[in-house]
């Protein structure tokens, strides 16, 4: 059956008319049955702790071998007790389990290529319940690891608080912070998304003017936030701090085999290699890719663009996908704008306005890359300047997407 705008519904991809990407109602704080789970609990609020003594990987193992098996047989028994609440329980353990494995692989020197097999056990059961890999993504980062300082303030810088940290300090929250931030000022760009969608079925024009134009406030308002990166993150501290937990064990020169998770029989014994966590796993700038209908022409860069969805939530693939999808079939904007260039070019300057707005994004995300990163002094192979933490090349691609999404 064809894809039609006129039927999609932001529900159908676990996304919120307010929020967008970001989980409504607010993420789990703590995990209920104390009993069962303070053990998990402990353990990551005192990952800081345990990373500056250098002890981690011995607290994981004794973990694994004394606390994690008793735990995962409970586990199931609780999801039952809890029903409609699963998801907040399972994503709140999906945080804490990615930082702990994170933390396994690369919190001492060198890093792990084997992870105990209790704790890769339990990572990999939560895991397949959230349709992701067990690695850190940017789901476990930045979309489900958040509090709200105020319940009844909004959700914005000033009253936000990063509940997981690898070691803490102002550079690392600020880091995640922005980003829920930027999460949050995009929340009505899916639905607007939509919006506009249904609006190009129906050739209601002023309609779909208004959109775009709501479309473009959202792009310049994160754009806002990410201008505020400087003001708390210092560019040697993130590179020298914080980056280094964000390494995935694929392309990554101190990992070439990848990592193996013991007794997780589905691996069959065998090394997997998963990309790091990656500002490319946000489900914002592909939606708006798709919805420009920008046909991107760096081909080295695209398997791993398509590859970086595969780490998103299941919901918000789908509906990028969608996006695209509608894109080549039928209903495709840029299509739709050009062929009215001349007869509303009230509409041609609304769509050049909104992309040009995310052209302002990318390039400032670009500078960026090479001020954190690309211009850093490098000390180890495990944190390659070249490289990026999804484990590929990245400063001549990030250029050519960026030079692609401007429209004259």
Request: net charge neutral.
């Amino acid at each position: 059956m064809p894809l039609n705008p006129m039927t999609l519904k932001l529900a159908d991809f676990d996304l919120s008319p307010h929020r967008g990407f970001l989980p409504d109602p607010d993420p789990l704080v703590r995990l209920p049955h104390s009993d069962i789970f303070s053990p998990l609990e402990e353990m990551a609020n005192n990952l800081p702790k345990l990373l500056a003594a250098g002890i981690l990987r011995k607290e994981i193992m004794r973990f694994s071998a004394d606390t994690l098996r008793p735990m995962a047989q409970h586990a199931p028994q609780v999801m039952l007790e809890y029903g409609h609440n699963n998801d907040a329980i399972i994503k709140r353990m999906k945080v804490m389990l990615d930082y702990l494995g994170q933390a396994y692989v690369w919190g001492e020197d060198p890093p792990a290529q084997t992870i105990p097999m209790g704790f890769a056990e339990f990572w990999h059961q939560i895991s397949l319940r959230t349709a992701l890999r067990p690695i850190l993504s940017y789901a476990s980062y930045i979309l489900y690891n958040w509090r709200r300082i105020d319940a009844i303030k909004p959700v914005a810088l000033g009253n936000i608080a990063v509940m997981q940290n690898f070691l803490g300090g102002l550079d690392e929250d600020w880091f995640i912070l922005i980003h829920i931030d930027i999460e949050q000022r995009a929340g009505i760009i899916p639905g607007a998304i939509i919006a506009a969608l249904q609006a190009l079925a129906r050739r209601d024009i002023p309609m779909l003017e208004m959109y775009l134009t709501m479309i473009t406030s959202a792009i310049e308002s994160i754009l806002q936030t990410l201008n505020r990166m400087p003001e708390r993150c210092d560019e040697y501290i993130y590179y020298t701090r914080v980056r280094p937990y964000l390494h995935g064990w694929k392309n990554n020169p101190a990992l070439p085999n990848g990592v193996l998770y013991e007794g997780v029989t589905s691996y069959r014994n065998k090394p997997q290699q998963f990309r790091g966590e990656s500002g490319a796993q946000s489900g914002i700038v592909p939606s708006l890719v798709a919805f420009f209908d920008i046909r991107h022409k760096e081909k080295d860069f695209a398997p791993y663009l398509a590859e970086m969805r595969m780490y998103m939530p299941e919901g918000h693939r789908r509906f990028i996908e969608t996006i695209e999808q509608l894109s080549r079939n039928g209903y495709s904007l840029l299509n739709f704008v050009l062929a009215r260039k001349e007869s509303h070019p009230t509409l041609y300057d609304a769509y050049r306005s909104s992309r040009n707005a995310l052209y302002e994004f990318r390039k400032k995300h670009y500078e960026y890359v090479g001020r954190y990163i690309h211009s850093q002094a490098q000390h180890h192979t495990g944190n390659p300047i070249a490289i990026g933490t999804a484990g590929t090349p990245f400063m001549t691609s990030l250029e050519e997407l960026m030079k692609e999404t401007k429209f004259e």
